[in-house]
C-alpha cells in the first residue's frame, strides 16, 4: 500500500477580498504615497467580496494593485513579489478550529 500519492496544490495568490483587504488598509494604507482613490477618485474602502462585491472598485487593496494612472509602483513592487512557503495545511472548513482535515480512508 502506497501512503503518498502524487499531490497537486493550487495557491490563490488573489492580493485582495475579505481578509487581505481589511488587512491592507489596516496595514499598508498610510504607507503610501499619493493617498490610494477608489477608482471613481473618493475614499477606498475595504470591501470585503472581491470582485463578486457590487461595491469593488471602492476596494483600496484593488485600486491599488490595479494601479490604473501609475501612481503607486505597483507593477515594480509585485514584479519583485515572492513568496517564503513553510508549511501548509490542508484542510475544509467546518470543525472547531475553522478547519476539518481530511482523514484517509482505505
Known sequence: MRLLEPQTVILNIALCGDWASRDFQKRCLNEITPRVKAFNGSE???????FFDPNYELD???NFVYD???LYNADALLKNAFFNITSLKAGLEGDED???YFKHEQ
Open 60 to 62: 483600496c487593496c484593488m
Open 98 to 100: 475553522g478547519l476539518k
Open 68 to 70: 490604473r494612472d501609475g
Open 44 to 50: 477606498c474602502t475595504a470591501v470585503s467580496g472581491g
